[in-house]
């Protein structure tokens, strides 16, 4: 196991620490090209910019929990075949590039690392940005009895993340058809796992632990589950979903409130992502002992 060398990281904080022990424990998963031998086309690969991507406005139909605005229109741009496959392969020639780095080891490319981490971060976020629009076109036309439009926009954005990470462009096909499918997917089974709680719900008091207004048809046994999940600090949560889960149902705050702890400060939507992923991880987890 590679460790990071003491006298080379006095100058990072902990995060980035964690960041770099990360990064030399486990790598970074990628999709290797056989163009990625030609140093000319990676040199070009590199200074590639590609079109900025607006996100705000997805984000923005995640605000309102009390009711999102369905006729509402994506305002983001779209990528060309040509735009797709080349912010594809840098992404994961980026990666490429990480794992060679830290394979050596060596404490003078540290700084290096941490600067193409978040190169990639930055040309995930484009391609993510880029196909939210669908995101919002699916999640519009869900007709899923057991999957709200809320949940769907926040299925579909996690789906969004995976298919990113998945995507061989060598293999040709587009993106979309790509992503469409495992989104759909998804939402049939969140749908089975919601209809499963659904026919195992209870009635009771929907003003409980603040939860917002889509949330009433989740029950006690639910959140029992949930209490459960946090106790144990389960492997299966991020410490992020940990926080807003202890937060909302340990500590009985809103979500406005959670977001304040945060700097910057998340809006009520943001904390009712994290909210979300850690639900639907516990709800798959539950579905799997059924």
Request: proline residues 2%; hydrophobic residues 40%.
């Amino acid at each position: 196991m590679k460790v990071l060398k003491n006298k080379d990281t006095l100058k990072f904080n902990p995060y980035q620490l964690a960041r770099l022990e990360d990064l030399l424990q486990n790598g970074k998963a990628f999709i290797s090209d056989v163009r990625f031998n030609d140093k000319n086309f990676c040199d070009k690969l590199m200074a590639y910019k590609g079109p900025e991507v607006d996100t705000a406005w997805f984000f923005n139909h995640m605000n309102s929990l009390d009711g999102v605005n369905k006729t509402a229109s994506a305002n983001s741009i779209t990528l060309d075949s040509e735009q797709e496959e080349l912010l594809f392969l840098k992404y994961n020639y980026i990666k490429k590039t990480i794992n060679s780095i830290a394979s050596l080891n060596v404490g003078d490319a540290y700084d290096r690392m941490l600067e193409l981490d978040d190169m990639s971060i930055a040309v995930r976020d484009q391609l993510v940005g880029a196909n939210l629009g669908l995101v919002l076109k699916i999640a519009k036309s869900n007709t899923f009895p057991c999957v709200d439009f809320t949940e769907a926009l926040s299925e579909g954005h996690v789906c969004l993340l995976d298919a990113v990470e998945g995507m061989d462009v060598s293999k040709g096909g587009k993106f979309s058809t790509y992503f469409t499918t495992i989104f759909i997917r998804a939402l049939i089974r969140v749908n089975k796992s919601n209809m499963k709680i659904s026919n195992s719900s209870v009635e009771y008091d929907s003003s409980l632990h603040d939860a917002p207004a889509e949330d009433n048809s989740d029950n006690l046994e639910f959140l029992d589950l949930i209490s459960q999940f946090i106790s144990e600090d389960s492997d299966m949560l991020d410490p992020d979903e940990l926080f807003v889960l202890r937060k909302k149902y340990v500590e009985g705050l809103t979500l406005g409130e959670i977001g304040e702890y945060y700097t910057p400060v998340k809006t009520k939507g943001q904390v009712f992502y994290v909210e979300k992923k850690a639900r639907l991880k516990i709800k798959d987890a539950l579905t799997s002992m059924l």
